[in-house]
């Protein structure tokens, strides 16, 4: 999809948006689409693209998943997770209706803000400040969006880790088919493992540069990653590009938690994700960062995830 395709998707939507970058290189910001960021280079669009989502709204009936690069609250399921406030699974309607404000502009950078109010599994309410500060370098045909992702707590109560967790979870969406790979440094075996049943232990090579992830599957798998895994690559040999996904050290306040989709009356006790796959038989996948939760939210907390992701065709 080129450029202008998309803009025009956001037109007849009637969708804001806000671009970061000129009509060659950049970053589009969708304000009335969850926020979302669509990264294009040379005029092409690398990021998965979902027409529907701009034409229909989501509803706990079904989820229109709009692509791009999204911020989500963590952890996603158990007791204290955000999308089973309801009898099944649900994406956040404050999330996905929520009206993002551009706060500040210039040519290669913007901060984009939302107030998004959160309903964990026990029925809990956390109203939330979510911004995305969101920067773009171009070197040698290599573009680099660099994403500083902050969640605010903005509620008047403390609450301790047994009655909230919250930390920021950043899901980067690409189209992917039969050729299309993860790649992954080299680390231990132990340092990469499945949320989901079954394994995709078949799907992983191990070779001397590190894994490779097969995304030719017919189940959907999500693997977590631990801090000692520093990056994992999108490699799409058929659309011609690779992504390549860091994130910085979190602060000492912080500590990394289980971000799993699990059954909402589990307790959060999986092992911390920091960086974490998923992929699915229908030619989907993400490449993602969890940033980390504080011992207790205050009001005012912060909760922050820096991440970068360079973008190369070849």
Same mark, same amino acid.
């Given at each position: ?10 037109? !007849? ?24 960021? %669509? ?8 990021? !998965? ?8 709204? *989501? ?36 999330? /996905? ?18 107030? @998004?109010?959160?309903?964990? *599994?026990?029925?809990?309410?956390? =109203?939330?400040? %979510?911004? !995305?500060? @969101?920067? %773009? ?12 992702? /902050? ?33 992954? =440094? ?13 394994? $995709?232990? *078949? ?8 894994? #490779?992830?097969?995304?030719? #599957?017919? %189940? ?18 058929? &659309?011609?590009? $690779?992504? #390549?996904?860091?994130? $910085? =050290? ?20 999986? !092992?911390?994700? /920091?960086? $974490? &796959?998923? /992929? ?28 970068? #992701? ?5």
């Amino acid at each position: 999809m080129k450029l202008l395709d998309l803009v025009l998707l956001f037109e !007849r939507g009637k969708r804001r948006y806000h671009i970061v970058g000129d009509q060659n290189n950049g970053v589009l910001i969708g304000l009335d689409l969850e926020g979302r960021l %669509f990264t294009y280079l040379e005029g092409q669009v690398l990021s !998965r693209v979902n027409p529907e989502a701009f034409q229909r709204f *989501s509803s706990r009936q079904e989820y229109v998943n709009p692509g791009g690069d999204g911020l989500w609250p963590a952890p996603e399921g158990s007791r204290l997770g955000y999308e089973y406030s309801t009898a099944g699974w649900r994406v956040p309607p404050g999330l /996905c209706h929520a009206r993002w404000q551009l706060q500040k502009k210039c040519a290669n950078s913007a901060l984009v803000a939302a107030e @998004i109010d959160l309903i964990n *599994s026990e029925g809990r309410g956390l =109203p939330c400040l %979510f911004s !995305r500060d @969101i920067k %773009f370098e171009l070197h040698n045909s290599k573009l680099t969006l660099l994403v500083n992702e /902050c969640i605010e707590y903005l509620g008047r109560e403390g609450l301790g880790q047994n009655l909230a967790l919250l930390a920021p979870w950043s899901l980067c969406q690409f189209d992917c088919d039969e050729q299309s790979s993860l790649k992954l =440094p080299a680390c231990p075996a132990s340092e990469i493992w499945d949320l989901y049943e079954p394994s $995709s232990d *078949s799907l992983r090579k191990q070779g001397p540069e590190g894994w #490779t992830v097969s995304m030719k #599957t017919d %189940f959907r798998f999500q693997l977590g990653l631990s801090s000692l895994v520093p990056s994992l690559e999108f490699v799409n040999p058929t &659309a011609g590009f $690779s992504a #390549t996904r860091s994130a $910085s =050290p979190l602060s000492p306040d912080l500590k990394y938690i289980d971000i799993a989709d699990q059954d909402p009356s589990n307790e959060p006790e999986g !092992r911390p994700v /920091c960086l $974490s &796959a998923y /992929c699915d038989p229908s030619g989907f996948m993400e490449i993602e960062a969890a940033g980390g939760c504080p011992a207790r939210l205050e009001p005012g907390t912060k909760s922050v995830l820096e991440h970068k #992701t360079e973008f190369v065709k070849f």
